[in-house]
Nanobody, 115 residues
Framework: QVQLVESGGGLVQPGGSLRLSCAAS????????MGWYRQAPGKQRELVAI???????TFADSVKGRFTISRDYAKSTVYLQMNSLKPEDTAVYYC?????????WGQGTQVTVSS
């Protein structure tokens, strides 16, 4: 059974930082591209960042220079470090694992940026 378990969300003030983690099980982690997506109320889910099995990284323009993504193969975990957070970063953040037609989602973790 595939599981992607996110953690690290919460409430943070503008300008603050959070680190999200996504622990994967039930997949061969090294074969999957791993990504973070987010969905704000009333909006479509959008890509935040993705890291390929070779380490190639793609960011949404809105988070470039503020967010970083990394993966730990030993722990089958992907991280999203979020700095200089803005109110518009408020959303539910979802972890994603993709390999060809296989595509899995985590349950999501809420990030709220507010003073």
């Amino acid at each position: 059974q595939v599981q992607l378990v996110e953690s690290g969300g919460g409430l943070v003030q503008p300008g603050g930082s959070l680190r999200l983690s996504c622990a994967a099980s039930g997949i061969i982690f090294s074969r999957y591209a791993m990504g973070w997506y987010r969905q704000a109320p009333g909006k479509q889910r959008e890509l935040v960042a993705i890291i390929s099995i070779g380490g190639r990284i793609t960011f949404a323009d809105s988070v470039k220079g503020r967010f970083t993504i990394s993966r730990d193969y030993a722990k089958s975990t992907v991280y999203l470090q979020m700095n200089s957070l803005k109110p518009e970063d408020t959303a539910v953040y979802y972890c994603n694992a993709g390999f060809g037609p296989a595509y899995y989602w985590g349950q999501g973790t809420q990030v709220t940026v507010s003073s």
